[in-house]
């Protein structure tokens, strides 16, 4: 994945983070830090691709952290997963087929499952200790892996695409930062291949970072996905333990713009299971706050 | 301020915070910190009231701490001060006179000037001493002072309101957290004494905590506020500085509902010189996470 798009460069400094007298902390450009206080230390390991932890903490649940660096807690995950799924979910008439890139977790895998409408879901991340370790420590993976609607792949997600023609009607992509490796999936090229495997009206959405402390990083992977995709919005939510507490997603497609569609009765549903996502959010979350609409339109003039 | 509503009891622990190995820190209910690396320690002082600080740091720029609690830095500050000022007066057809209890850093004071309808603004801050060392070291301080339309008053709010009759189309109530003497702030008793406060037709709006960290709390707020206002609406935006990184606020009123009237034009204008707030923002704010929503609507039914 050295190919990339004409826009600006998706560049990220690697936090620095880890266990120190009883707290996780996580440090940001190292000007910010966020820490938890640790009850237990569950689980270290080294996989061949990242470094494995598992904590415990009294006001957060357990949550695992890859390469030192925060994934998930179990008081704030629900936002996260929520986001990144019912909303495009809802967006589309039919959803049958969707992929996740990423996403060993299943966090994911399991908002999605709660469409009725939705008979597959193909999991695809590189790293199979991610969902081994999570099954032993986080309680909804056992009913999304004995989900015969569920299929988890241990394979590299672009390779994998490339191999996808017109399957998908919604592609998540549920990476880590874009950092080493995972650059790769920030990036026209990747994008590119990712519009080849979508059914005609497809729906791509991806990550895209914090929005209060990386607007110019925001700004320049959508500029990745424009290269790609005619349509690309992108929408927040409120997560406290992730980086500024705010993070986004955006989305893309061919197509569709998100205000072209909404099954307002499926959303009501899913919502009834949702601690953050209902039907209000479908709009609601694509009003930015307006430094990093700006930085959005701005990328755009360029 | 001993008097009470029968809703639940507005209480909060102190968080702990302060200066240490270079960085101020503020712990939340012992189990979560957040951190700022400081460049420089500015200034201290103990006033008669609270331990006031001012910090400066490369990434947030200066920040003034209260009893060592965060309270605004210059990197963020924005958000709170125009969440908390353009919305309720975009509700309002030609609000002319606005009062502040607290807001002594004169952010909020800021903010309302830039409507051109505004007549005057007064503002009741019980601590001179945060509006003088303010001046010093914030340079949005100086105008607002020489405004011919602002009135700087330092006294108990509550005192001074209970011989205001009828006086104002706004009233904010820009104070801090609910701990020793604020707690008043935040009980029916003295929404009552601002109601009467109020002109026909005239809103209050409160900051109300943490979104994520303290929907209870939140909850038993709003329950105070309806003991007084037939009409209650929360709103939220995304504050990293402050505890779990979102915050909210709520407006009451005895007729109005934010939904009632929206002066777009004057919101696009004032948007011009905002960070956050826009036009869009006035009722997509209004979207709450749903576990925050459910907490109202618990307390509603309580």
């Known amino acids: 994945m050295t ?4 826009g600006p460069q998706v560049h990220m400094e690697a936090n620095r983070g880890g266990l120190k007298d009883g707290w996780f902390f996580e440090e940001n450009q190292g000007s910010s830090s966020f820490g938890i206080r640790v009850s237990e ?4 390991e080294r996989s061949e691709y990242q470094k494995i932890d598992v904590y415990d903490s009294e006001f957060f649940g357990r949550f695992l952290t890859l390469d030192d660096l925060m994934m998930f807690t179990e008081r704030d995950e629900f936002v996260y997963h929520e986001m990144l799924t019912h909303l495009p979910l809802c967006s589309l008439p039919t959803p049958e087929r969707v992929l996740i890139v990423g996403g060993g977790d299943c966090g994911c895998a399991r908002e999605i499952l709660r ?6 879901v193909v999991q695809c ?6 969902t081994r370790v999570c099954e032993g420590f986080f309680k909804w ?3 999304v892996l004995e989900s015969p609607r569920f299929e988890a792949l241990f394979a590299d997600g672009i390779e994998y695409l490339r191999h996808c023609e017109g399957d998908f009607d919604l592609i998540i992509i549920d990476s880590t930062d874009p950092i080493g490796p995972a650059v790769g999936l920030f990036q026209s090229a990747f994008f590119e291949t990712a519009r080849r495997a979508l059914r005609p009206g497809g729906v791509l959405v991806n990550q895209t970072e914090s929005v209060h402390w990386s607007s110019e990083l925001v700004a320049a992977v959508v500029g990745q996905m424009r290269e790609v995709f005619p349509q690309v919005a992108t929408y927040w939510g409120a997560i406290p333990t992730y980086p500024s507490g705010s993070w986004c997603w955006s989305y893309a497609s061919e197509t569709r713009s998100p205000a072209d569609f909404f099954d307002a009765e499926r959303a009501e549903l899913v919502a009834r299971d949702c601690r953050y996502y209902h039907p209000a959010m479908q709009s ?3 009003a930015l706050p307006l430094f990093l609409r700006r930085a959005l339109e701005e990328e755009a003039r360029a």
Chains 1, 2 share one sequence.
Not at 3 to 6: A, D, P, R, W, Y
Not at 115 to 120: D, E, F, I, N
Not at 125 to 130: A, F
């Open 3 to 6: 190919k990339e798009g004409n």
């Open 41 to 44: 230390h569950l689980h270290s």
């Open 115 to 120: 469409h009725p409408c939705v008979r597959q």
């Open 125 to 130: 991340d590189i790293d199979e200790r991610v």
């Open 141 to 143: 993976l056992a009913p």
């Open 284 to 286: 609601a979350a694509f």
